[in-house]
């Protein structure tokens, strides 16, 4: 009895499965109520008393382990087949969900893309200015309403009065991109300064201390007014579609004179007049004018010699109007679902 306990044993250990059909032939030939093992357990009582638990101990052992093969390989090939027939593995991949790029940053790369066609380089500056470049260069009085604190985010003023050239602030506009460009380099100068800017302002919807701006800047020998106009209306078209008329309205700023404001016509409307123009047929894009002579010269540029324009928009109030949004703190507060929509655009 022991000797074929071992040899069953043995023959057992010995054996490899593969299928699942030589795993049930396996249990029918070992394990089954008909099997060599139950066979055994009926000869068992026929064993002498005094053999009885060693011989038992044996048969244990051997219906554990032969059990215990069954088990393992019923397991193995349970995940195996969940692999080779479950799943399909011609199934394309769960699609990996891909970002969009930002309203303001497709808005911004459009400007850029149609002045760096008409032979605009870009320009960057530092975000922390000082007073210099950001007013001084620029022609704005000492008493300038802009210096104040109510405007300006100051880093570190020399006195708490009056401004000074050395204080240190957020930039307000990246015209002071324009007088890094204009210290460093020699005319002609065709520049845009695409970057964020700050002001001192309370949030709502139609205002924010943080926005983004492109400004640009054109110098060289017998630059004139039309110049400024017709690049102004290249723009507009190529932006808002060849339709887009422009109307340029007189305005001031320190830095050109003279200056304007220039509207496009309402893209909605077609200038009939809408809630989106205030039933004007006009919309509000940029400031705009001829380089102050002051400026030049601040710059150690020779303003009999050379003229310029220059011209500063807003990217958020473009895209306002591109996308029809009312509410600039929506570009801010990165919800998902709003940026979500924006998906198709480049
Ligand atoms: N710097 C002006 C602003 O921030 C815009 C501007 C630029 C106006 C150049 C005229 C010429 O509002």
Redesign the pocket.
């Given at each position: 009895m022991i000797n074929k306990i071992t040899e069953l044993l043995k023959e057992i250990n010995s054996l490899t499965l593969q299928t699942a059909e030589e795993l049930e032939q396996y249990r029918l030939k070992y394990l089954s109520k008909k099997g060599l093992i139950s066979e055994l357990f009926e000869d068992f009582r026929n064993v002498a008393a005094a053999d009885k638990k060693d011989v038992g101990q044996k048969l244990n052992q051997l219906k554990a382990s032969s059990l215990e093969k069954f088990n393992l390989f019923k397991a193995h090939l349970e995940t195996t087949q969940d692999i080779s027939t479950g799943t399909d593995l011609t199934r394309p991949a769960f699609p990996h969900i891909i970002g969009s790029r930002h309203p303001i940053s497709i808005v911004r790369n459009e400007i850029i893309n149609i002045f760096t066609r008409i032979g605009f380089i870009v320009s960057e500056g530092p975000e922390i200015e000082d007073d210099d470049h950001v007013f001084t260069k620029l022609n704005f009085a000492p008493e300038h309403p802009a210096r104040d604190m109510q405007d300006t985010f100051y880093i570190s003023r020399i006195s708490a009065e009056d401004s000074n050239p050395g204080d240190i602030l957020l930039r307000?506009?990246?015209?002071s991109v324009q007088v890094r460009v204009m210290q460093g380099e020699k005319p002609p100068i065709r520049t845009i300064s695409p970057g964020r800017?700050f002001r001192n302002e309370a949030i709502s919807a139609r205002a924010h201390c943080i926005f983004h701006?492109v400004?640009?800047?054109y110098i060289d020998e017998n630059v004139s007014f039309a110049d400024l106009k017709q690049t102004l209306l290249f723009f507009a078209r190529e932006m808002f579609g060849k339709e887009t008329e422009i109307r340029l309205r007189p305005s001031y700023?320190p830095?050109?004179e003279p200056?304007a404001e220039m509207d496009v016509s309402c893209r909605i409307c077609g200038g009939k007049g809408c809630n989106v123009c205030k039933y004007t047929g006009w919309l509000e894009i940029?400031?705009?004018?001829m380089v102050h002579p002051n400026v030049l010269e601040s710059c150690n540029i020779d303003s009999q010699k050379y003229t310029g324009f220059?011209?500063?928009?807003?990217i958020e109030r473009l895209a306002m109007l591109k996308y029809q949004v009312n509410d600039l703190r929506l570009y801010f507060e990165n919800d998902i679902r709003f940026l979500d929509q924006f998906k198709t655009a480049f």
């Open positions: 307000t506009h990246t015209s800017v701006q400004e640009g800047l700023f830095f050109t200056s940029l400031g705009c004018g220059a011209f500063g928009m807003g």
